[in-house]
């Protein structure tokens, strides 16, 4: 418990001078613990880059699909703000629309990836005999939460903003 890193390797090294290779293998744990924990976290350094790139493709198609819904429905913007609503509020509602589209699918997705997960940790952890042992990866999914909420903002409010910008006349028009 006291030796430091060198300390082990010579120990393990006298060690393994006397021990009889076919009866016996010498290990150094701490070094095979800290080999597993760099590359634990390699794999979570992976599964961020992999959440964000998968977060700016689901930005872009959201840009897309909801220029493509603002054009569709161009012209129930146009009348919304000829009776009078203002353009923050037509703009708030394509925006709030598409934080719940986006928020209730996270929510399903997230309950729908733990069922999985627990089912198929119970079932690894029965096969070998072991207790539930879950990690849940709480800083990813508050990352994929905020950035989802953001590009359900930004993919909602540009597009409708642009169409906000044009005048009411040529927006029912259709021009």
Request: glycine share 6%.
């Given at each position: 418990p006291g030796l430091g890193r060198l300390g082990r390797v010579d120990f393990i090294n006298a060690l393994r001078?006397?021990?009889?290779?076919d009866l016996h293998i010498v290990t150094d744990t701490a070094d095979l613990v800290d080999s597993t924990r760099t590359a634990t976290d390699m794999i979570v350094y992976l599964f961020y880059a992999v959440s964000a790139f998968a977060i700016a493709l689901c930005e872009f198609m959201l840009?897309?699909?909801f220029t493509s819904n603002v054009n569709t429905n161009a012209w129930e913007?146009?009348?919304?703000r000829s009776i009078g609503l203002s353009i923050s509020c037509?703009?708030?509602v394509y925006v709030y629309e598409a934080l719940c589209l986006v928020l209730s699918g996270f929510v399903l997705g997230t309950a729908t990836g733990l069922v999985v997960a627990i089912t198929l940790t119970l079932q690894f952890n029965l096969f070998f005999e072991l207790p539930l042992q879950m990690a849940f990866p709480v800083?990813?999914?508050i990352a994929m939460l905020v950035l989802s909420a953001g590009a359900a903002v930004l993919g909602s409010y540009l597009p409708a903003r642009k169409l906000a910008r044009r005048r009411i006349a040529s927006v029912l028009k259709g021009m």
């Open positions: 001078s006397v021990a009889d290779p840009w897309l699909s913007f146009g009348v919304v037509v703009v708030r800083d990813l999914f």
